[in-house]
């Protein structure tokens, strides 16, 4: 699957299923979880790949084929295909597939990419997609396009992300037995964009204390929110606390 583009093989194999330079094509990888018995998985790969061929529209599946708990598959568009068609009703497939043989499966759905020098790519893509998936622990496909600003902490170890995170809120903790309401006042303060009459609303609190708590925790840490790269350092582990509910 994974070739140089300068091989023969590449270009050879890629006739074969009909890529051209301008076929748009979508890599997706599925993996079954962890829990699935090793044994049943061969099993379970040739069913599923058959059942994908059977309801896929004929030709946009050219490719798909299981090795351990990994499933790779090529999804072929045409013109007839609205922008993420096709790739919705490859997802969608999935559920009544997993009800019915009691397992879970994750994926991670590449862009769309031209040409068999595409191939690739998608794949890493795909790949990146999937590993995020499976860091949120979710049933079901994502597509790499959709993941935003994740992409950037895909396999990041949580121990570096815990880290980064706890240098902004571990300090802003108070005391057992105190009550300062920082930790909460920057996450609320960061949601609303930084407003801070809708952050003061949000906190039922005075606006004026509210513009306490902001120059307090700009005092306990050192930075300032006038600070680009200071502000830009504290959103980034607002939406890292967030998203990774791990601290």
Do not use: D
């Given at each position: 699957m994974r070739l140089s583009q300068d091989s023969e093989d590449y270009w050879q194999k890629s006739g074969e299923i009909g890529i051209v330079p301008s076929t748009s094509i979508v890599v997706g990888l599925l993996e079954f979880a962890e829990w699935v018995?090793?044994?049943?998985?061969?099993?379970?790969?040739?069913?599923?790949?058959?059942?994908l061929r059977d309801k896929m529209p004929a030709g946009a599946l050219p490719i798909a084929f299981g090795n351990e708990r990994r499933i790779t598959i090529l999804l072929m568009?045409?013109?007839?295909?609205?922008?993420?068609?096709l790739e919705?009703?490859?997802?969608?497939?999935?559920?009544?597939?997993?009800?019915?043989?009691?397992v879970k499966l994750l994926g991670g759905l590449s862009s769309v990419r031209s040409g068999v020098d595409a191939i690739n790519t998608g794949y890493q893509e795909a790949d990146k997609a999937l590993a995020y998936q499976k860091t949120r622990g979710e049933q079901g496909t994502i597509r790499y396009t959709d993941i935003g600003v994740n992409r950037l902490f895909i396999r990041q170890p949580a121990e570096d992300l815990n880290a980064f995170m706890a240098e902004i809120f571990e300090p802003l903790r108070p005391?057992?037995?105190?009550?300062?309401?920082?930790?909460?006042?920057?996450?609320?303060?960061?949601?609303?964009?930084?407003?801070?009459?809708?952050?003061?609303?949000?906190?039922?609190?005075?606006?004026?204390?509210?513009?306490?708590?902001?120059?307090k925790i700009e005092e306990i840490l050192g930075m300032s929110l006038s600070n680009q790269e200071h502000l830009l350092h504290l959103q980034l582990a607002c939406y890292l606390k967030q998203t990774y509910r791990s601290s």
């Open positions: 018995n090793p044994s049943t998985l061969s099993a379970l790969s040739v069913q599923l790949v058959a059942y568009l045409n013109e007839s295909h609205k922008p993420g068609k919705q009703q490859f997802s969608a497939l999935l559920p009544e597939w997993e009800h019915r043989n009691h005391a057992k037995g105190q009550t300062s309401g920082l930790e909460e006042t920057l996450m609320t303060y960061m949601a609303c964009g930084g407003s801070a009459v809708q952050a003061a609303s949000a906190l039922h609190i005075h606006i004026n204390t509210l513009y306490q708590r902001i120059h």
